[in-house]
C-alpha cells in the first residue's frame, strides 16, 4: 500500500516547454486534487477532481490543464510552461466512505523548475 | 471564496513550553478544520481534526479548539520538543463542502533544545 505516488520527483524546465505531473493512489478515493506550494503562500488548489471523468478549477488554475481518465490517477499538465509555475506541487487524496473521511494524504510533492 | 488567515507566522518557543497557532475562516458554512505538519522538504501530513459539531478535540500533546461564533479555531501544543519543529497549516473546508479545503499560510515553529 503505497498511498499517493507522484513522478517525477524533479524536474527543470524552459519557458515554453510542456510537460505531465502524474499522481496514482492506491486507496481507492473519490477525490483527488492538485496544489502548490510556494513559499509564504501555504497550499493553493489548483484543480480537483470528484470522482473518475470529472474536474473542476481551484483557486489558482490558470496555466494548468488536468484529467481523471481513471480513478486512481490524477495528471496535471503544463502546455507552455512560465517561471511563474516554479513551485512544488502536491497531490492529493480522500474519501467520504471512511472510517476516516475527508483526510487529504498527500504526495511526496514534485519540484518544478522553469527557467 | 473562503479566506483563511493564520496567525504567527513564525513561532519560536523553548523545549517544554506550549505553542499556540491560530486561525480565523470567513465561510460560515465551514464545517471542518484539519491541521497539518510539515517537515523540511516533506509531505503535508494531518496531526488532528476537529468538526463544526465539537468544540474542542485533544490527541495526547496536542489539541484543537473551535469557536464556531467567533470564526476561529486554534492549535495547542504543550510539553513541546524539538521534532515538533516543522510548518503548520490550519485548513478550512469550503461552502460546506468537506472534500474541499482552503489552507493558511503556514506557521513556522521553532523549539529550541
Known amino acids: 500500500n503505497a498511498g499517493v505516488t507522484q513522478t517525477p520527483k524533479f524536474r527543470v524546465l524552459k519557458t515554453g516547454q510542456s510537460m505531465t505531473l502524474l499522481c496514482a493512489q492506491d486507496?481507492?478515493?473519490?477525490?483527488m486534487y492538485w496544489y502548490r506550494q510556494d513559499p509564504g503562500m501555504g497550499l493553493r488548489l489548483i484543480h480537483y477532481s470528484v470522482g473518475e471523468g470529472t474536474t473542476a478549477k481551484g483557486e489558482v488554475p490558470d496555466g494548468y490543464n488536468v484529467s481523471r481518465l481513471k480513478k486512481q490517477n490524477f495528471l496535471l499538465g503544463l502546455e507552455s510552461a512560465a517561471p511563474s509555475q516554479t513551485s512544488v506541487y502536491f497531490c492529493?487524496?480522500?474519501?467520504?466512505?471512511?472510517?476516516?473521511?475527508?483526510?487529504?494524504?498527500f504526495g511526496a510533492g514534485t519540484r518544478l523548475s522553469v527557467l | 471564496g473562503e479566506n483563511v488567515e493564520q496567525h504567527p507566522s513564525t513561532l519560536s518557543v523553548q523545549e517544554g513550553d506550549s505553542a499556540v497557532i491560530k486561525c480565523t475562516y470567513s465561510?460560515?458554512?465551514?464545517?471542518?478544520f484539519p491541521w497539518y505538519k510539515q517537515e523540511l522538504g516533506k509531505r503535508p501530513q494531518l496531526i488532528i481534526d476537529?468538526?463544526?459539531?465539537?468544540g474542542e478535540k485533544k490527541d495526547q500533546r496536542i489539541a484543537v479548539t473551535l469557536n464556531k461564533t467567533a470564526k476561529h479555531f486554534s492549535l495547542h501544543i504543550t510539553e513541546t520538543q524539538p521534532e515538533d519543529s516543522a510548518v503548520y497549516f490550519c485548513?478550512?473546508?469550503?461552502?460546506?463542502?468537506?472534500?474541499?479545503?482552503?489552507f493558511g499560510k503556514g506557521t513556522l515553529l521553532t523549539v529550541n533544545p
Open positions: 465561510d460560515s458554512a465551514s464545517n471542518y
Open positions: 492529493a487524496s480522500s474519501t467520504r466512505t471512511g472510517p476516516p473521511t475527508d483526510i487529504q494524504y
Open positions: 476537529i468538526r463544526s459539531n465539537v
Open positions: 486507496m481507492n478515493h473519490e477525490y
Open positions: 485548513a478550512a473546508s469550503i461552502g460546506g463542502s468537506n472534500y474541499k479545503l482552503t
